[in-house]
C-alpha cells in the first residue's frame, strides 16, 4: 500500500449494513449492534425484501485492520 495520496491520510471507516424482513425485528438488529460498539448512520429503507439501515463503526474505538 502507498504511503501518498488523500486516501493513505484518511482514518479507515467500517461500514455495514443491518437488514431484517420487518421494522421491528431490524429495530432488535440495530440495538445488538450498538450495543457492540455500531452506530446508527442511516434511516430504514428497502433493501431487498425487506428493510436495511447503514451502520459505522463508533468513533470512540479504534479499527485494529
Not at 421491528?24 to 438488529?29: A, F, I, N, P, R
Request: hydrophobic content about 35%; glycine content about 10%.
Amino acid at each position: 500500500m502507498s504511503n501518498r495520496g488523500w486516501k493513505s491520510q484518511q482514518p479507515r471507516q467500517l461500514k455495514k449494513i443491518a437488514y431484517a424482513l420487518t421494522e421491528w425485528k431490524l429495530k432488535s438488529v440495530v440495538e445488538a449492534h450498538e450495543e457492540r460498539g455500531w452506530v446508527q448512520a442511516s434511516e430504514f429503507k428497502k433493501h431487498g425484501y425487506g428493510l436495511g439501515c447503514l451502520m459505522i463503526w463508533g468513533k470512540d474505538r479504534e479499527v485494529g485492520i
